[in-house]
Each structure stands twice: as structure tokens, then as C-alpha cells.
Antibody, heavy 123, light 106 residues
Framework: EVQLVESGGGLVKPGGSLRLSCAASGFIFSTYSMSWVRQAPGKGLEWVSSISSSSSHIFYADSVKGRFTISRDNAKNSLYLQMNSLRAEDTAVYFC????????????????WGQGTLVTVSS | IQLTQSPSSLSASVGDRVSITCRASQGISSYLVWYQQKPGKAPDLLIYAASTLQSGVPSRFSGSGSGTDFTLTISSLQPEDFATYYCQQLNSYPLTFGGGTKVEIK
């Protein structure tokens, strides 16, 4: 059974940093691209970032480019999101997501999601 | 690529046929998927490649369209279908979602 478990969320002041983790199990992690998607309270879904299986291709939403860094450790079956210079508008539940097929672009969407971890940016 | 979903909300009764549309600002071939999300939960993949039913999804759900115009149809609304539905394009980065359609009980 595919499992994705996020951790690392919490309350942080504007300008602060936070590192999210996503522990994956139940599939061959090293063969899948992975992504982060967020959802602000009461709002819709927003794609944040994606990373290819070997970390050779990385993409970010304009809203986080230059502030967030996605990475992965295939030996540890883990995905990360380093978030710096956090703003109030980054407040959201952050989900890690696995694509149905191994790649994201021209793929078939995300069939596996974690439960999400809440990040609150407030003074 | 912007995705415009309509309506943003709708009220319907059990047994009704419901359709939700998603329009892309440029052609995305068939690289469009639909999700269902219930409060406090992660989204569930319903339809991929615009019209292919994800494994385990009831056959009352169907998708159609290609290029810029897409539709999600629920043929006979069931109590468990009251939720928010999102489209997403996977044609190119940045990935984008539609604004969502909340399906409520009339």
C-alpha cells in the first residue's frame, strides 16, 4: 500500500524558515517524480513544486521561486521542501503527492497524497 | 495555462445529473484530470487523460473533452458525491488547477 506521511509543519513568524518532510513507502520511490501541492485555508489547490526521480529536473511555482527548495533522498525514501522567507500568504496545508504514472508532465495526475501538514505564518 | 471551472458552486439533489466544465486558456490535448476533495481530506483522483476512469471510481463519473474544453459529469448524484471538484492540467509547467466546484445538497 502506498503511503505518504508529511511532517515538519507548524507556526512560524514572517521571514522565518521551515523544512517539510514526506516519508514514502509501499512503492519504488526512486522511480517516481514527486510534487508538493498546497491549500490555503478555505481556498483551492495550488501546485508548489515538482522534482524528477533523479533530481535532475526541478520546477517551482512563481509564487515560491527563489524562496522554496525541493529535494529528495532516494536512499531514505524521502521528499523535502525547504521554505525560507516565509510570508503570511504561504499559510496552507502542504501535501506531498505521487503521480499515477512515474512522470508528472503529460502524465495522469496524482493518485497518492499524504494527509497534509499545516504551515501557519503569523507574528 | 489558466483553468476556469464553472460553476463555482451548485446545489443538486440525490439522483440528479450534474456537469462541471473546465476551460483551459490554451490547448492542453487530453492532459487534464479531475479530483474530488472532501473537507479535511486530500484530493482523490477521479478521471485522468480527460476521460479515463481511475481504478475504483464509480462508473457514474465520466469525463470528456480535449484541447481547451472539458466536462466532468456525474450521471446520478449520490450522497457521498457532495464534495468539491477540481480540474488540473498536466500539459506543461507550471501545473495549474481550476478554482474548484463545490457540489452541495439542495
Amino acid at each position: 500500500e502506498v503511503q505518504l506521511v508529511e511532517s515538519g509543519g507548524g507556526l512560524v513568524k514572517p521571514g522565518g524558515s521551515l523544512r517539510l518532510s514526506c516519508a514514502a513507502s509501499g512503492f519504488i520511490f526512486s522511480t517516481y517524480s514527486m510534487s508538493w501541492v498546497r491549500q490555503a485555508p478555505g481556498k483551492g489547490l495550488e501546485w508548489v513544486s515538482s522534482i524528477s526521480s533523479s533530481s535532475s529536473h526541478i520546477f517551482y511555482a512563481d509564487s515560491v521561486k527563489g524562496r522554496f527548495t525541493i529535494s529528495r533522498d532516494n536512499a531514505k525514501n524521502s521528499l523535502y521542501l525547504q521554505m525560507n522567507s516565509l510570508r503570511a500568504e504561504d499559510t496552507a496545508v502542504y501535501f506531498c503527492a505521487r503521480p499515477l504514472t512515474m512522470t508528472v508532465i503529460e502524465g495522469n495526475g496524482f493518485d497518492s497524497w499524504g494527509q497534509g501538514t499545516l504551515v501557519t505564518v503569523s507574528s | 495555462i489558466q483553468l476556469t471551472q464553472s460553476p463555482s458552486s451548485l446545489s443538486a439533489s440525490v439522483g440528479d445529473r450534474v456537469s462541471i466544465t473546465c476551460r483551459a486558456s490554451q490547448g492542453i490535448s487530453s492532459y487534464l484530470v479531475w479530483y474530488q476533495q472532501k473537507p479535511g481530506k486530500a484530493p482523490d483522483l477521479l478521471i485522468y487523460a480527460a476521460s479515463t476512469l481511475q481504478s475504483g471510481v464509480p462508473s457514474r463519473f465520466s469525463g470528456s473533452g480535449s484541447g481547451t474544453d472539458f466536462t466532468l459529469t456525474i450521471s446520478s448524484l449520490q450522497p457521498e458525491d457532495f464534495a468539491t471538484y477540481y480540474c488540473q492540467q498536466l500539459n506543461s509547467y507550471p501545473l495549474t488547477f481550476g478554482g474548484g466546484t463545490k457540489v452541495e445538497i439542495k
